[in-house]
Each structure stands twice: as structure tokens, then as C-alpha cells.
């Protein structure tokens, strides 16, 4: 990948060299949504929480060997995903929709999710965010990936570390189990 085309990568390049004002703007640009794929995928605050500085420990471990070779955000996610599944093999026990929605809340989201949006539009919103937790593990990441990050579908597979097709299955079976549930 052209280093040139990303401007995280730049970023990430250039705290490899020394500028931490570097760092401070990708973690600025990443923490909302890295916190928020953590926190959905496991359901557990305090191991969300663990994996978030994790996280971001292996990325400053890895500024000086940084190599673009995807997106910053799919390097970023892969390593993010990496310790979910490490937290899965773990088998701690996973948090209630209702601690996961008062994380969430405590964290800032986007300007598109702000109070003034309708109440039916939040409750749209809430019915999918319990649905999404009803899926399968791999399905939840695929279907949060790329929904949430809007990764492709071969970037959801670099992060996964599966195939292509796999992703596509995943992500398939994921919006048919969520139209099922969704559906009046």
C-alpha cells in the first residue's frame, strides 16, 4: 500500500520518527471507534477496557517497524481483533446489554448519533445493537467491521484472518440473521 494514499499511515510513520503530536492525532482520529469495536465484540467493559491499552501498547511497540501495507485502521483493527480473540480464549464472562449501552454512552459518538436525531431512530438503533449481540462471535466482528468501521471486504479479512468468501458467508448469514430478528 502508498503510505502517500493514507494519511494515518503518514501519521504512524511519522511518530516513528519522533513526532508524538503524530501519535496524539491517530489516537485522537481511532480511540472512539477502536473503543467501541472492543466493547461490542467482547461485552465486557473491564476486559474492553484491557484491550483498548493493549492495543495501543502494540502499536507504540511497533512504530519503529511499522510497514504500510494496509489501511493504518485495518493494521490498527487486526491487532485490536487479535486480542479479542485472545480475550475469547480466555472465556471471561461477558457483560449485560444494559452495562454495554452505559459504556457506550460515556464514550463521545459521532456527530450522526447526537441527541437531536429521533427517539425512533435511537430505538431503531438499539434494536440492531441487540440483535448484533445476539450473532455468533465471527459474525458480530465481520458485521461490526463493517458497519462500524466500514472496512471492505478484503480489509475484514486481513483483519480476521480469513478469506474472502468467509468474510462474504459471515457477513451474509450475519444480515440475514439481523433482518430475521429485525424484521416486524
Do not use: C
Not at 47 to 53: G, H, M, V, Y
Not at 75 to 99: C, F, M, N, S, T
Not at 141 to 151: D, Q, S, T, V
Not at 168 to 181: F, G, I, N, P
Request: glycine share 4%; charged share 30%; hydrophobic share 40%.
Amino acid at each position: 500500500m502508498d503510505a502517500a494514499v493514507d494519511p494515518d499511515a503518514q501519521l504512524m510513520l511519522a511518530y516513528a520518527r519522533g513526532d508524538l503530536a503524530a501519535f496524539d492525532a491517530l489516537y485522537s482520529n481511532h480511540r472512539g471507534p477502536l473503543y467501541r469495536f472492543l466493547l461490542r465484540s467482547v461485552r465486557d467493559r473491564a476486559l474492553a477496557d484491557e484491550l483498548f491499552q493493549e492495543t495501543w501498547s502494540r502499536v507504540i511497540a511497533a512504530r519503529e517497524r511499522y510497514q504500510p501495507q494496509a489501511r493504518f485502521q485495518t493494521w490498527l483493527l487486526q491487532i485490536a481483533h487479535h486480542l479479542v480473540i485472545d480475550g475469547h480464549r480466555r472465556k471471561r464472562p461477558l457483560a449485560g446489554g444494559d452495562e454495554a449501552e452505559i459504556a457506550l454512552s460515556t464514550h463521545p459518538a459521532p456527530e450522526r448519533e447526537q441527541p437531536e436525531q429521533s427517539l425512533s431512530e435511537f430505538e431503531q438503533r438499539r434494536r440492531l445493537q441487540l440483535a448484533i449481540e445476539q450473532l455468533p462471535d465471527e459474525q458480530r466482528h465481520a458485521i461490526l467491521l463493517r458497519l462500524e468501521n466500514e472496512l471492505s471486504l478484503e480489509e475484514i479479512a486481513d483483519v480476521t484472518g480469513v478469506g474472502r468468501e468467509t468474510v462474504k458467508s459471515r457477513l451474509r448469514y450475519a444480515m440475514t440473521k439481523l433482518r430475521d430478528v429485525l424484521s416486524p
